[in-house]
Every structure is written in structure tokens, then in C-alpha cells.
């Protein structure tokens, strides 16, 4: 059983940046792990995903080139550096982690999941 708790997320100016970190309780090394968003009266959203190693990453179009996503395994932590941040970029930010899955697969075939962490961003 793996345990996500998100951090990192608040208030910050259009143009700012922001970084997420993930917490897991159990060993997450041999995981895909994945960021995803939610804002108001939106669904859930894809943002960008790593493989287990890391050496692999996945982005959406929207966030490539500002957003990067990295893990550190021996602290069992994914990170997500948000640069260049936007008013659209407004979100509940997810972490979420599946085994023998790839960085490219749905939202579906993560099954572990954190409580999430609000990122504001005003214009």
C-alpha cells in the first residue's frame, strides 16, 4: 500500500514559480509517477509524468518547457518545478503513482492517489 501527500502548493503572481513535492509512504521505485490538475468545474488533467527511473519524463502541451518533473527514489519524492506560471495554470495538483504502466498511459491506470494541493495563480 503506497501513501501520497502533496505539498508545496499557495499563492503566487502570474509570471512566478512554484514547487511541488510528493511524499510517499511505501517505496514508490519501481512506479510511474504523474502529476495531474483539477481546476473549478474542469476534469482531471494530465500534467506530466516520469518513469521510474526518472530518465524518461512526459509532458502536455500546455506545460512543456515551463513545468519539469524529477524524483529523488532514495527519499521516495516527486517534484514538480512550475516556471513561468499562469492565471490558467490555477489548479488542485494531484500526484499519482501506478506500477508497470508507462509515462504515457491514462489517467485510469494510476490507482494510487494524494489529497492534492491547491496552486493559485493571479493575474
Known amino acids: 500500500q503506497v501513501q501520497l501527500v502533496e505539498s508545496g502548493g499557495g499563492l503566487v503572481q502570474a509570471g512566478g514559480s512554484l514547487r511541488l513535492s510528493c511524499a510517499a509512504s511505501g517505496r514508490t521505485v519501481a512506479y510511474t509517477m504523474a502529476w495531474f490538475r483539477q481546476a473549478p468545474g474542469k476534469e482531471r488533467e494530465f500534467v506530466a509524468a516520469?518513469?521510474?527511473?526518472?530518465?524518461?519524463?512526459y509532458y502536455a502541451d500546455s506545460v512543456t518547457g515551463r513545468f519539469t518533473i524529477s524524483r529523488d527514489n532514495a527519499k521516495n519524492t516527486l517534484y514538480l518545478q512550475m516556471n513561468g506560471l499562469q492565471p490558467e495554470d490555477t489548479a488542485v495538483y494531484y500526484c499519482a503513482g501506478g506500477r508497470e504502466i508507462s509515462i504515457y498511459s491514462p489517467r485510469s491506470s494510476y490507482y494510487y492517489w494524494g489529497q492534492g494541493t491547491q496552486v493559485t495563480v493571479s493575474s
Open positions: 516520469s518513469s521510474w527511473s526518472g530518465g524518461t519524463a
